[in-house]
């Protein structure tokens, strides 16, 4: 927000809803500050202030707070990302003086500890929070108990660098409300969907973010409960327990047997010594598992065997695998009879060899596939692989694979189904293999092309391809 349009809101802030507020100008914050403090936004829903906004802003941060009150009728979603500044907005202050506020995002690059006390217990019992998520350099327990206890309506919250402790706190006093969570999460957590008839909803969480953070390793016998006490609502597990003790070994492979997963569709998992045994066992005792995304390659052949026994499996993908056991892989391929199987993926392993992709061709109801980062396979090899499965594959994505040359591209054009195609970090793919490829098509319909760092690609091409 310029300098100059501060000085013309006056005009028409009256009918003002949604402001992002995104200036290092010192006179433009200070003028906007001022007319948020004179309540010159009576209609105002969404309000967005970020880091750069609120730099070197000090001691004048607190007036803010008269700001908030003035939007108190209206305003239900606030991003308020404070950045380096110690003279902040406490949490506890924004929920007290915008009672209907549904969605916030607040950040800060401090713990949340050091920042203003915040006095949860003044807030209203049942406030209106729906979406939270908390961005900090450090949260605990006790930064968020109380304020668990008082947000009974809360239904997604993702939160990042939090010590182990939090798990806890979420397990005494989240709420039944509580449909998705994030706790150090490296992968992008959804958003709500639209809230509608719920009288169904079992309580209980539905998606589950757990990771270990940077420098605190998640305790399974802290992560252990939430999957307990979920078990017959959790639909999505993204989690990383590969941290473990010899006394957390002995407790998780005692309860292993006991657990069983009643409605998961989508798990991801790291695939490591410590917790491997733990996880292919919660795997076996599912029967409506849909989606499983393995990251390390520890025990391929366990994981192989446990796929094989999964009935509704529709997509596999192994990342970061660096066993070199390709045996495994093309044992999955050369046996699997699943009528399910169309979607497979390969991210930086070094198993994925010529074999493998030869394998891969036995799989007659594959529809989706993805491959980065292959260093173990050759262009004709892939070429081959494509010829083979022919008009079965609607969705192909490539990337960061230095032998995917224009020919390769260029070969794409014969299979006749495909609907989308997403191209990655591929330094050599030219404007040729392009304009080949989709000039071979015969004007085959594709609902969706996406280039993306390939520096050979020029733009004079991609706006060719779009018309």
Known sequence: MSYQLVNVLPHFSQQVRNITIDTSVKK????????????????????????????????????????????????????????????????????????NITDLTYSTEHSLSTLAADNYSMLYNNNLLDNLQLISSSITASDIDILLQRSQQLRRLVMSQCNPTVLDAVNEYAPASLKVLGINSSVQVPQLVMAGNQENDMPGLQNIYVENSRKIPTEASKALPLLHKHKDTLEIIHTDLS??????????????????????????????????????????NTTTLTSLHVYGGYDLNGIVT?????????????????????????????????TSLNYVGFHECTEVTND?????????????????????????????????????????SLSSMSIITDEVITALASLNNL???????MKNIT?????????????????????????AITKECINHVKQ
């Open 431 to 455: 404007d040729r293999g392009l304009q080949g490829f989709i000039e071979g098509r015969n004007q085959e319909f594709l609902s969706s092309l996406t280039v993306d760092k390939c520096p």
């Open 356 to 396: 493998v992709l030869a394998a891969l061709t036995n799989v007659k109801t594959l529809q989706k596939i993805d491959l980065e980062g292959l260093e173990n396979v050759t262009a004709y090899k892939i070429i081959e692989l494509f010829a083979t499965i022919g008009n079965q594959l609607a969705h192909l």
């Open 28 to 99: 433009a914050r200070c003028k906007w500050m001022q007319m948020v403090m004179n309540g010159c936004f009576p209609k105002i829903e969404s309000l967005n202030i970020t880091a750069r906004a609120m730099n070197n802003l000090g001691t004048h941060v607190r007036p803010m707070l008269i700001g908030f009150w003035q939007m108190k009728a209206t305003l239900t979603s606030l991003e308020l990302h404070l950045g380096s500044n110690k003279h902040a907005v406490g949490l506890a202050d924004v929920l007290w003086l915008c009672p």
């Open 243 to 284: 941290a473990l003790s010899n006394e957390e070994l002995w407790m998780i492979n005692d309860e292993c047997p006991k657990l069983k997963l009643n409605r998961v569709a989508h798990l991801a998992y790291w695939s490591m010594r410590s917790s491997q045994q733990f996880m292919l066992q919660i795997i076996s």
């Open 419 to 425: 609907k989308s195609l997403y191209l990655h970090d």
């Open 306 to 338: 446990t796929v094989l026994n999964l009935p509704r499996l529709s997509e596999f993908q192994l990342w970061w695998s660096d066993t070199q056991n390709s045996t495994a892989l093309i044992r999955l391929f050369n046996t699997i009879r699943s």
